[in-house]
């Protein structure tokens, strides 16, 4: 691989609202302004030959996807490895809860109701970022989360992520090596081992 063009899936109907989504199963939808901002995307790397689209399992991912190759016929590829954090019992609430409880509970901690820790959902990621990074293809788009999508930009430039990080503009084309891809997923290692063992 040669570059990765990762972007945040477009306003979803459950992010316009600020409730939390981490299960693929749960039915949501772009905005128009989502819809909107993913064709936009499309505009932004339609000079770009990509050879694969890989998506997270989520239907707003895939959608941001949809739109922004429309009419262009690229291989498409989910990875469950990008998807956005499990979240358990706060499935559905308001992100403003969920952040409370990370405040007061850590990195490590688990939700309860089956969620995943904020260093578990960063060794995913970390996973996730080393698979693109050993793809054939030499250009690929990757519709993922904000999350991921924060933590690879970030970590590629070696700066360890901070306990909440600012939410990443929708469907903004951010383009990284192989090299970067690999560079994050070491970073992203070595913090969330870091946080474990705290």
């Known amino acids: 691989m040669r570059e990765a063009i990762l972007a945040r899936h477009g306003e979803s ?32 790397i339609a000079n770009d030959t990509i050879e694969l689209c890989i998506t997270s399992e989520f239907e ?23 998807n956005d954090i499990t979240v ?38 970390a996973r996730g970022f080393r698979r693109i990074a050993g793809r054939p293809e030499d250009v690929i788009l990757v519709v993922c989360h904000g999350l991921p999508v924060a933590f690879a930009v970030r970590c590629a430039r070696g700066e360890e992520p901070p306990l909440f990080l600012r939410q990443e503009e929708y469907a903004v084309p951010n383009r990284l090596s192989a090299g970067d ?3 994050a997923a ?9 946080r474990s063992a705290a």
Not at 64 to 76: E, F, S
Not at 186 to 194: E, G, M, P
């Open 60 to 82: 707003r991912a895939k959608e941001t996807a949809d739109l922004a190759l429309d009419g262009v016929d690229v291989p498409r590829m989910v990875m469950p490895d990008l």
């Open 13 to 44: 109907e459950l992010s316009v609202r600020r409730v939390i989504n981490g299960d693929p199963a749960a039915r949501c939808a772009l905005t128009e302004a989502g819809r909107a901002q993913a064709r936009r995307l499309g505009a932004l």
């Open 181 to 183: 891809l690999r560079r």
């Open 88 to 125: 358990g019992e706060f499935e559905g609430g308001v992100l403003e809860a969920f952040r409370a409880w990370i405040s007061e509970h850590g990195l490590a901690a688990v939700p309860p109701g089956g969620g995943e820790s904020r260093a578990q959902t960063a060794m995913r990621y």
């Open 186 to 194: 070491d970073v992203l290692d070595r913090w969330a081992r870091d």
